[in-house]
C-alpha cells in the first residue's frame, strides 16, 4: 500500500510532464510478488497488513514461510494473539475466490501467455511453517481455513514439531494428524477447497498411532466432534455464515468449558463456511468451528445457515501429494503404508527419502 501510495502521489504531482513524442522510456514493474514472512514473528500489524491486502485483490505468486510463531508481547495476550492468528490465516486462507481482472495490481497469469496458468487463484504457492514453536490451537486455527480455501492451489507445509517432552510430542503429533486430515483431506476439503498439490516436508513422525488418529476422522461422520474429542455429541452439522460485529466465545479450559470471564471476540466482516456441530437445535450458544479461529461458540441468532449445503459441486480435484521425511535427526515412518491407503489412489505420489 506504500509503494501504491507513492504512485499514486507522482501521478497527482503538477511537476508531472509528459515525455515528448518519439522518446524512449523504461517501465520498471515490481512483478509477480513475492510476500516472504522469513524470520518475521506474528504481530497484530502483520496480521492487518496481509489480510488488507487479500482484501483489496492484491495478488502473489508464492508467499514464504508463513507462521503462526508469536511476538513475544503478542504472545502475552491471549485474546489478541487469538485475534491476529485467525486474521492472518483466515485471510491467507480465504474462502473467496477473487476475479483477477479486478487485482489491485496486474500480476496473473494471462490466458493467452506462454504457459499460462488456467483459472489462476490470487495467492499462487503458499508455504506454511508448522514447526514446534506453533501452538496446538493454532494448528487447528490453520487446518479449519485451509479446508475451505479458495486463494491457493498449491500448498506447501514444513511439520517439524519434535521438543524434549517426548509426552508433549506424542500428544502434539496425535492432534496434528487428526487436524491434517480435516483440513487436507477430509471430505469437506476436497468438496470446499481449491487444493490440488501438498507438499508435507521436514516429517518428523508418521507412526502408527499417529495415522490411526488421522483415518479415525477421515472415517467418521462426525469429524468435528471426533477431531475436539466431543465423545456424546449431538451431532447435526450444518454450514452458516455468522454475521459481523457478533461475539465469539474464543476460550475454553482443560476440560474444554467455555471460560466465561473471558473477553468475546468480535470481527468487523461476515465468516462463511462456519461448521457448527454438537447442536441440540435450541441452545442459545452453539459449538462451531471458524475457518481461521478454530472452535469457537457463537450465539443462534446470529448464524444464517446454508439451506442449500446439499447441491454444492467440486470444482478442483486434489492430484498431487509429495512427502520428505526429516533429513536431520531420526524420523518414523511405520504409519506411511496405512496413510497411502487412506488418501486414496487418485493422487500422484512423490516420495524423498533421506540421503
Known amino acids: 500500500m506504500i509503494i501504491k501510495n507513492e504512485w499514486d502521489a507522482y501521478y497527482r504531482s503538477s511537476s508531472e510532464k509528459e515525455l515528448p513524442s518519439e522518446?524512449?522510456?523504461?517501465?520498471?514493474?515490481?512483478?509477480?510478488?513475492?510476500a516472504d514472512f522469513s524470520d518475521v514473528l506474528l504481530t497484530s500489524e502483520v496480521a492487518l497488513v496481509m489480510e488488507t491486502l487479500v482484501r483489496n485483490n492484491v495478488w502473489f505468486s508464492e508467499i514464504c514461510t508463513l507462521s503462526a510463531e508469536l511476538d513475544e508481547k503478542l504472545g502475552a495476550d491471549a485474546r489478541e494473539a487469538k485475534k491476529a492468528v485467525g486474521q492472518l490465516v483466515a485471510s491467507v486462507f480465504d474462502s473467496t475466490r477473487r476475479n483477477p481482472e479486478e487485482a489491485c495490481t496486474k500480476y496473473y497469469?494471462?490466458?493467452?501467455?506462454?504457459?499460462?496458468e488456467l483459472n489462476p487463484l490470487q495467492?499462487?504457492?503458499?508455504?506454511?511453517?508448522?514447526?514446534?514453536?506453533?501452538?496446538?490451537?493454532?494448528?487447528?486455527?490453520?487446518?479449519s481455513a485451509i479446508a475451505v480455501s479458495r486463494t491457493t492451489k498449491t500448498l506447501r507445509m514444513q511439520l517439524s514439531l519434535e521438543q524434549e517432552d517426548d509426552d508433549y510430542n506424542i500428544i502434539y503429533r496425535g492432534h496434528l494428524w487428526k487436524y491434517l486430515a480435516y483440513g487436507l483431506f477430509s471430505a469437506r476439503s476436497r468438496e470446499l477447497s481449491a487444493l490440488e498439490s501438498i507438499e508435507l516436508f521436514c516429517i518428523d513422525s508418521m507412526s502408527l498411532a499417529d495415522i490411526e488418529t488421522f483415518c479415525a476422522i477421515l472415517a467418521s461422520r462426525h469429524p468435528e466432534e471426533d477431531m475436539l474429542d466431543f465423545f456424546l455429541g449431538h451431532g447435526n452439522e450444518r454450514d452458516a455464515t455468522l454475521m459481523k460485529n457478533t461475539p465469539i466465545r474464543w476460550q475454553f479450559d482443560s476440560g474444554g468449558q467455555v471460560a466465561t470471564d473471558s473477553s468475546p471476540i468480535i470481527l468487523d466482516s461476515p465468516v462463511h463456511f462456519v461448521r457448527s456441530f454438537n447442536d441440540d437445535g435450541k441452545s442459545d450458544w452453539v459449538d462451531a468451528i471458524l475457518p481461521g479461529y478454530g472452535r469457537c461458540q457463537v450465539q443462534r441468532k446470529n448464524l444464517k445457515f446454508d439451506p442449500d449445503e446439499g447441491g454444492?459441486?467440486?470444482?478442483?480435484?486434489?492430484?498431487?501429494?509429495?512427502?520428505r521425511f526429516t533429513k536431520y535427526r531420526p524420523s518414523v515412518s511405520t504409519g506411511l503404508p496405512q496413510f497411502l491407503g487412506a488418501v486414496g489412489s487418485s493422487l500422484s505420489l512423490y516420495m524423498h527419502a533421506t540421503k
Not at 522518446?23 to 513475492?34: A, D, H, I, K, R
Open 23 to 34: 522518446s524512449l522510456q523504461c517501465t520498471f514493474v515490481m512483478e509477480p510478488m513475492c
Open 312 to 323: 454444492r459441486t467440486k470444482g478442483t480435484v486434489l492430484t498431487s501429494l509429495c512427502l
Open 109 to 116: 497469469p494471462e490466458i493467452d501467455t506462454f504457459e499460462a
Open 123 to 143: 495467492l499462487g504457492t503458499v508455504n506454511m511453517d508448522c514447526n514446534f514453536a506453533v501452538r496446538d490451537c493454532d494448528v487447528l486455527a490453520m487446518c
